[in-house]
């Protein structure tokens, strides 16, 4: 299993940004997929997850009407629209299948002035 994050960088308060995660190694239309953030000195959280199909979406409180998680399985992958981001989204973010332990490297996201 590879996961490979990538559309991170700094952004001002009130910004926007789209992760990305490329996956290979298994079958990716098959499998929910999950964000996940971990913040320095947190531990990580779950942010969002996608049902394998599409249909069927979850958020955590915090980002919910914020963020909005997406996939396309022709393109195995799956994306994190971040829209009116806040300096408590600051964070390394990463990808991860259902029922398989592998992460990627994450991409940080830093939400400052």
């Known amino acids: 299993v590879q996961l490979v994050e990538s559309g991170g960088g700094l952004v001002q308060p009130g910004g926007s940004l789209r992760l990305s995660c490329a996956a290979s190694g298994f079958t990716f239309s098959s499998s929910a997929m999950s964000w996940y953030r971990q913040a320095q000195g947190s531990e990580r959280e779950l942010v969002a997850s996608i049902a394998s199909a599409g249909g069927r979406t979850y958020y955590v409180g915090s980002v919910k009407g914020r963020f909005t998680i997406s996939r396309d399985n022709a393109k195995n992958t799956v994306y994190l629209q971040m829209n009116s981001l806040k300096p408590e989204d600051t964070a390394v973010y990463y990808c991860?299948?259902?029922?398989?332990?592998?992460w990627g490297q994450g991409t940080l996201v830093t939400v400052s002035s």
């Open positions: 991860k299948a259902q029922g398989y332990p592998d």
